[in-house]
């Protein structure tokens, strides 16, 4: 944990070096330790508001509609020390995070770069959260942080609004080429290449740029919807050992990081919760549209023409799925009170409303 001691980056090159010499670097040289910090523009305009938890994505986009994600994310990227980390200039990065902004669906209701962005945000929130020494982003690696913002970038590119289920139902060809993740494969493709197009990791020494690599693809995998029973299960035989020495225990909760992300809106403050619900039932219906079309059966979540069933569904998954995830991350990482509160505060309001 000394590494993370170092703070926010006062010092790059000591900073890499000391993880370079931690067993769990993956690394067994330092000579990234004179790799020189030249053709580095000046920072990205500072976002400080994304560092609350009451951020207002929606509003920040409709601000931003060009390069809202270049903002959010390349701010955080600066923050965490990952743009000298990658050792990149800021113009090549944020052509970068506009191919990405672009490479997002616009048509889409809910997975898509706004989405996307808020993800980042919540990750980003919960990296730095807390007290000095004891944020996540200073019990992580450089190599952790840096893998986790650019997989909550990556984790739905190219989305199609449409479920796995319904990609499976349908032989849609996504998962004939992967059947158990046809949705998180593709990502993982797609942002693979824009990885490589824009060199993003080419200046980080083989077996980082690897390991970066591999970090990267197994948060993604790991945000399919139905492995949520199979981490949770998990967790509980690995949380009586865990040891953020482990690499492994750090993977799972950075996993548990990027998917309490992912599903965060019932944690959000309810006016944009509710935004995120009402678009996530239109893009559920749009499919619900496409599979009657098909032949094939809509369940009632999907079929517009049924009585919502919205409410019981936020109120199961808020209880066994977002809760669990916030309380393991604060049992090993950072306490998040504000998430906390807004969760129980809108499962009051279901109940109250007698919707549970």
């Not at 996504?174 to 993982?188: C, F, K, R, T, V």
């Not at 209880?319 to 990482?333: A, E, S, T």
């Amino acid at each position: 944990m000394g590494c993370g001691s170092a703070g926010a980056w006062k010092s790059i090159k000591a900073l890499i070096c000391c993880e370079l010499d931690q067993t769990h670097s993956g690394s067994s040289s330092n000579d990234d330790c004179n790799f020189p910090l030249t053709g580095l523009n000046e920072e990205f305009t500072p976002v400080p508001e994304a560092q609350t938890w009451d951020f207002d994505i929606f509003e920040y986009a409709s601000t931003h509609p060009e390069d809202f994600m270049t903002r959010i994310t390349g701010f955080a990227l600066d923050h965490l020390g990952s743009t000298k980390f990658l050792r990149l200039d800021h113009k090549l990065i944020s052509s970068f995070l506009a191919d990405i902004q672009r490479s997002y669906l616009e048509h889409v209701p809910y997975h898509n770069a706004v989405h996307a962005t808020d993800i980042v945000q919540a990750v980003f929130f919960t990296l730095t959260s807390g007290q000095k020494g004891h944020r996540l982003q200073d019990l992580l690696s450089p190599d952790e942080t840096t893998a986790l913002l650019l997989a909550a970038l990556g984790h739905d590119i190219n989305h199609q609004g449409l479920t796995n289920h319904f990609l499976r139902e349908s032989k849609h060809e996504l998962a004939l080429i992967d059947e158990e993740d046809p949705n998180e494969s593709m990502h993982w493709r797609v942002f693979s290449d824009k990885l490589a197009q824009w060199k993003i990791l080419d200046n980080l020494e083989a077996a980082r740029h690897e390991s970066l690599k591999e970090m990267i693809r197994d948060l993604i995998l790991a945000t399919n919807m139905d492995h949520h029973a199979k981490i949770l299960s998990e967790w509980k035989t690995l949380e009586p050992l865990f040891s953020l020495e482990n690499s492994t225990h750090r993977m799972a909760l950075m996993q548990y990081v990027l998917k309490f992300g992912d599903i965060s809106n019932p944690a959000r403050p309810k006016l944009l919760y509710d935004k995120w619900t009402l678009r996530l039932r239109e893009e559920l219906h749009q499919e619900g549209d496409k599979m009657k079309a098909m032949g094939l059966e809509a369940d009632l979540t999907r079929d517009r023409s049924q009585k919502s069933v919205l409410s019981k569904v936020q109120c199961w998954f808020i209880q066994h799925r977002v809760v669990l995830y916030l309380k393991n991350i604060k049992k090993f990482g950072p306490e998040l009170p504000e998430p906390e509160a807004q969760l129980e505060k809108n499962l009051k309001d279901w109940k109250k409303r007698q919707a549970c």
